[in-house]
């Protein structure tokens, strides 16, 4: 499966931005998927992620209550709404996917990855 997400862009503090990820290739609810961001000079980190239905979601606590994931399956899509975004929240956010079972919440057990959004948030 191919991923690319979009929507990033420069906001204020405060503001909301909802980004997408569109998945091309078949069987597409199949997969778990998840979004991540990586700062600079930091470590990739988990954001969260979503069951193939769509019935379970997982948060860091950095965004929980803030962020939420979601997809349409008819549509290829997985979505990551977040609200009242931080300047800490400033990274490249990426989808990626997975069929696996293991940990979802580390990245290492993602099989697929899109390209990456910048998203920057502004004090």
């Known amino acids: 499966v191919q991923l690319q997400a979009s929507g990033g862009g420069l906001v204020q503090a405060g503001a909301s931005r909802r980004l997408s990820c569109l998945a091309s290739g078949r069987a597409f609810s199949d997969y778990i998927m998840g979004w991540f961001r990586q700062a600079p000079g930091k470590e990739r980190e988990f954001v969260a992620t979503i069951s193939q239905t769509g019935s379970n979601t997982y948060y860091s606590d950095s965004v929980k209550g803030r962020f939420t994931i979601s997809r349409d399956n008819s549509k290829n899509m997985v979505y990551l709404q977040m609200n009242s975004l931080k300047p800490e929240d400033t990274a490249v956010y990426y989808c990626?996917?997975?069929?696996?079972?293991?940990?979802?919440?580390?990245?290492?057990?993602?099989?697929?990855w899109g390209q990456g959004t910048q998203v920057t948030v502004s004090s």
């Open positions: 990626a996917a997975k069929r696996n079972y293991y940990n979802s919440y580390d990245s290492r057990n993602y099989e697929y």
